[in-house]
Structure formats: C-alpha cells, structure tokens
C-alpha cells in the first residue's frame, strides 16, 4: 500500500498515463531518491487503478546498459518483467508516431526517443506523461509531471 510520504503527486483518479524510460529505470534499480515513488505509480498501475502507454523506443532505451555491460541475463529479465507488465501498452513506432514525434522534436528542441515517447503519449489518449526529463516542462500538447518535482 502506499504511504503518504509516497502519494504526493501520484494520480488520485484513474488515468491514462504516458511513462517515460526513466520511471522504469527508478523503478527497476531502487533509485534511492526516486525508487519508492516510481514503485508506487507502479503498484497502482499493476492494480488496475491506471493504465499506462509506452514506445517500445523504451525498450530499447532499457537494454542498451546490460548488453553494454555484458550482462545478457539481465537484460533478457528486464525484457521479461517490462514486456509482461500487466496495464502497460506497448506501442510501436509507426510512421504516423514518426512524424508527430518530429513536430514535438522540432517544436521543443526534444531528444528524439523523448519526442518519441510523448507522440506515442498523446496519440494515445494519456492524460499526462511522467518522466524526469527538465525539457518536458516546454511542452504544451500534454501534462508533463516530473518526478524530480515530487520526491
């Protein structure tokens, strides 16, 4: 159950939530300033209260540490856990996706997966997009919370 040191700024209603790569990673690695948080948004997700939408340009993004450090076990258990999750859609990149990431990207001077990941968002009917990234703050299309606000 989360706690009330936890809640702050977690959504009280049930939601459509855009999640960027890095509250999987807080999530994943017990970030010691962000991990409770992130678990938290993730037992809410798992229980059904939220639901969640993602790029599989995440994957790619989560992957890319173990493989570089050779640590093939992990990675295939990452892939595991991330792609079962229950109430997380996993999108592909489509070209539709493609060109409305590079209006973002153009718009707001974005990094390609987090442009990416927020077309993805609000193509998909999110109702906000978590992440941690201080350039999110410069979009308009959709509610960018960071955790870095919160925690």
Partial sequence: MVGPSLSRGLPVQRQRLGLDTNIFIYFLEDHPRYGAWCASLFELIERGRHAAVTSTVMMLELLVQPYRDQKDELAHKIFALASTYPKLEWVPLTMHLADRAAELRAR??????????????????AECFHGNDHDLRRVKEIECILVDDLV
């Fill in 108 to 125: 707001y001077r974005l990094s390609t997966p987090d442009a990416i990941q927020l077309a993805t968002a609000i193509d998909h009917n």
